[in-house]
């Protein structure tokens, strides 16, 4: 099993920056990718960024050039920092981690954008 902890998230103004934390315990070698989804209330489920155990990342166009997804194999943890953060960012964030047959998801963390 894997467990997932996440850390990091506040309340910020428009324009600026946090960066959450997703550390792994367990059998991470299991896991081939880490996801970033985020909610807001009365939304969808939304993919925000994802980073393969190799490293390899990609990003949704809404936050493609303000966010960065990276990993810490050390530490076990993946980091995403989130720079010039918009209100329409408010939402709770959650880190998920993949392996062949399961899907392992942490607590969430809640984001909030607003002046």
């Known amino acids: 099993q894997v467990q997932l902890v996440e850390s990091g998230g506040d309340s910020v103004q428009p324009g600026g920056s946090l960066r959450l934390s997703c550390a792994a315990s367990?059998?991470?070698?299991?896991?081939?990718?880490t996801v970033w989804y985020r909610q807001a209330p009365g939304k969808q489920r939304e993919l925000v960024a994802r980073?393969?155990?190799?490293?390899?990342?990609d990003y949704s166009d809404s936050v493609k050039g303000r966010f960065t997804i990276s990993r810490d194999n050390a530490k076990s943890t993946v980091y995403l920092q989130m720079n010039s953060l918009k209100p329409e960012d408010t939402a709770v964030y959650y880190c998920?981690?993949?392996?062949?047959?399961?899907?392992?998801w942490g607590q969430g963390t809640q984001v909030t954008v607003s002046s």
């Open positions: 998920n981690g993949r392996s062949l047959e399961n899907d392992y």
């Open positions: 980073i393969t155990s190799g490293g390899i990342a």
């Open positions: 367990g059998r991470i070698f299991e896991i081939y990718m």
